[in-house]
């Protein structure tokens, strides 16, 4: 498992992420040394170009400052684990490229993935605010860069700068109504052929480009789209070769072509 340790332990996490194949891009004032991955280099949280596009990030010149002075920076490849459901709150990441799935298992091992969570989301919100435990597993899909905030230096950053703790107000309610909707799609749909065709939309309309021919990069498994849906593995890639054989979509490795979108939102209800 990859976790981030506290600022003294800088050296130990150095060696322990090279021998794990990992690669750490900075420390504390969070600028970028590299583009592992083939991530985006971005020199630090002032100099980012997605500042005006992310809630969190969008903050006056101080508070970026200081910001920049509190982060500690790294890449990860997917597999990667960021915190488990149970462990003791350590602080937030900011999660600044690639995807993070969020997910809950029980305890004879079934996994239900909550949500995916975005470039420009705080993962850990509740948990570092609570000085409880983490609810949810965060494991990384694809290659994503972070940036990490112990948990005193962010309930101090938020004590200090007010808008700040406004903006983590405002994705704190956002991902409530995510998940809310979620919950609905997945819960009040009556068949997983249903229940896929909502996913697939949903996943186009968050990150798919083009206007007759949508297409979008889907780096989720058959398994992790079965765990989000709340179906079986072998169900999904029954559904997935029906809607090929009706063309409603293509797939081209890690490419998904939807062919026919009036088609998958009548499967959709």
């Not at 600044?96 to 029980?106: A, E």
């Not at 305890?107 to 909550?114: E, Q, S």
Request: hydrophobic share 35%; proline share 4%.
């Amino acid at each position: 498992m990859q976790t981030h340790p506290g600022k003294g332990e800088e050296v130990v996490e150095v060696a322990n992420n090279r021998a794990m194949g990992f690669r750490v891009v900075s420390r504390g004032n969070g600028s970028m040394q590299g583009a592992p991955y083939g991530l985006e280099i971005i020199e630090n949280c002032i100099s980012c170009p997605h500042l005006q596009e992310r809630v969190f990030c969008n903050l006056p010149p101080p508070a970026l400052e200081q910001l920049s002075a509190i982060t500690s920076g790294s890449s990860y490849p997917r597999g990667a684990t960021l915190f488990v459901e149970g462990q003791a709150a350590r602080g937030v990441f900011i999660l600044c490229d690639g995807r993070i799935k969020l997910s809950t298992s029980s305890r004879d091992g079934k996994t239900l993935i909550v949500r995916i969570a975005d470039p420009g989301e705080i993962l850990g919100l509740p948990a570092t605010l609570t000085g409880k435990f983490y609810q949810l597993t965060a494991e990384v899909i694809e290659p994503t860069r972070t940036n990490f905030i112990s948990r005193k230096d962010f309930l101090n950053f938020l004590c200090e700068y007010g808008n700040a703790a406004l903006r983590v107000a405002q994705q704190m309610g956002e991902t409530y109504h995510a998940t809310i909707a979620e919950l609905r799609s997945v819960g009040l749909a009556r068949s997983a052929q249903e229940k896929l065709a909502r996913f697939l939309l949903d996943w186009c309309t968050r990150n798919g480009k083009g206007e007759g021919k949508i297409r979008t990069k889907l780096t989720l498994t058959h398994e992790e789209i079965a765990q989000t849906i709340g179906a079986s593995r072998e169900t999904v890639t029954r559904l997935f070769s029906s809607f090929k054989r009706k063309e409603l979509l293509q797939v081209k490795g890690t490419m998904l072509i939807i062919r026919n979108k009036a088609g998958l939102e009548e499967l959709a209800g």
